[in-house]
């Protein structure tokens, strides 16, 4: 996806003014997308422009810039996606109504600088959850988060805690594209390499949900709680589920709503039992739970197998001896 900055940072240079250009030139800016459309096959989508409450241009005068991007980008390729309308909260919404030959709608859902992942600062929109929810039922194109990561200055075992808790829900909703901002940095917290292209914790993450998520969808479906030790926090117990019709079913949970803890402070796990949505009955002896930020694979014993005292394994009810933490636990049943 190739994001199209329009000149100088915080300002609306799209031409250098000593060559006697106009500063705003939609027409030029989008000849140069529709040269772009056509120039290299890796290119899926134009992004028009980079969060442009941050430029001098008003809502007017980027929709008018969009509109004539989105007529010579199709005409040069057809196939090309054009996405943007990358500002925040009502704005967003705002311009989804003024742009309407876009394919798609970009926005930056960082966090209110709490360190809590289900967290979101769209202005009046402080969920992320409420925030999609919100532009679903504006809009039905598809949805590019083309920017997005842990506060700055986080430890980077924070960064994957939050990245895991924050791909789970963007999963969950089926939110279509999500870019990490940044894949190589010097601030841990917002890199995903580091300058010497050493991979950071949350490398790992992405590497360990990728091949099994793959081709599962968001459902509505949760996991209920049938037991759980003294104590459990069920305030802040979260799950979402992934499955595909006669296939796979992936079950996330997680201790949400509250502020990722520093390396090593955070409380131990707290054990229960769990029942959830299946579209099919498990293969027996195949099914593990994951830690998708430590890399921990635990499997899950059936029934009537002899299992280590505390292991997890399938009941009647569901399986026992799940430890949830702050960290994203998936229970995976092929």
Known sequence: MLCLQAGLCYGIQYSPTWLGYSQYDPQGYAKCCAYLATAHPAIYAIEVMNEINNQSITAGQYATLFNATV??????????????????????????????????????????????????????????????????????????????????????NQSAVWNARRLMLSLQLNVEHSFIYTF??????????????????????????????????????????????????????????LDVSGGETVVGVWFGNRAVYKDGTAPPAQICTLNFHQQHTHVAGQSYILDLVTGTKTHIYESNEVHPTGAPYWTSGGVANIPVSERVLLIVTP
């Not at 409420?130 to 194109?141: D, P």
């Open 184 to 241: 190589e940095g010097k601030d841990t917290a917002q890199s995903v390499v580091d300058m010497n292209a050493k991979p950071e914790p949350t490398y790992s993450v992405v590497q360990r949900l990728t091949p099994i998520i793959k081709g599962l969808k968001g459902t509505t479906y949760t996991a209920n709680l049938v037991s759980y030790q003294t104590g459990f926090d069920l305030t802040h117990f979260q799950s979402c589920t």
């Open 71 to 156: 007529a010579a980008v199709h005409a040069a390729n057809p196939n090309m996606k054009v996405i943007g309308m990358d500002t925040q909260g009502q704005y967003v919404v705002d311009l989804i109504r003024q742009c309407p030959g876009a394919d798609g709608v970009s926005y930056h859902p960082y966090g209110l600088k709490d360190y809590v992942p289900e967290n979101t600062y769209e202005w009046q929109w402080r969920t992320y959850s409420g925030w999609i929810a919100e532009l679903r039922k504006v809009s039905k194109l598809p949805l590019f988060e083309t920017e997005r990561n842990c506060d700055s200055g986080a430890s980077a």
